[in-house]
């Protein structure tokens, strides 16, 4: 038996990276409840940094004969085998093929936003700046930015959080609304 000073669960992320699945980060827990609380912010934070990469997160009992590591030789075995859903490269061919978003799946604003990057990006050869989105819809520089991680947790974009304009649009066009 466990003594309450012993961690009982450990937590893990496993995510593809380029050389395969990893264990990206690792924590442990005395109960089960915080362990998976954890893994759901630690796996959302990870997948908003890596928005291309497959994310998964594991809770397993420390005294058990299941460990992280045994989950990810099984995670690299199916990646080997193909398996698109352990495979990042099918993963970014999907993601490039197969639009994921169904239509109307934001709100009228929401649209407006994303029509106004499109048509930015198309007219300027490059992504608006939060600058240049505040400036059309006359609004705070914490309303955009509020916005565009809206679109980013929703999956309707991807950006580099610290890098200028690199806003990409997740939408395919017929589903944006026309630009008010």
Known sequence: MSTPDEPIFEGGIL??????????????FFEEGPAV??????????????????VRGNVIKIKDFLTLEMILEG?????LAGEAEFNAIAVVQTAAITPKIAE????????????????YT?????????????????????????MIVTL????????????GRSIRLLVPREQLPDLE
């Not at 912010?41 to 990469?53: G, M, T, V």
């Open 15 to 28: 995510a593809t990276t380029p050389n395969g699945w990893a264990i990206v980060s690792r924590r442990q």
């Open 37 to 54: 609380r954890w893994i759901k912010i630690e796996a959302s934070s990870w997948q908003k940094r890596h928005p291309l990469d497959r």
């Open 75 to 79: 995670y690299e075995k199916k990646r």
């Open 104 to 119: 109307h799946s934001f709100t009228q604003r929401q649209g407006q936003f994303l029509a106004f990057i499109y048509y």
């Open 122 to 146: 198309k007219l300027n050869s490059q992504p608006p700046a939060e600058r240049d989105i505040e400036r059309y819809f006359k609004v705070t520089a914490p309303a955009v930015h509020q």
């Open 152 to 163: 980013e947790t929703k999956g309707l974009i991807s950006r580099t959080p610290g890098v």
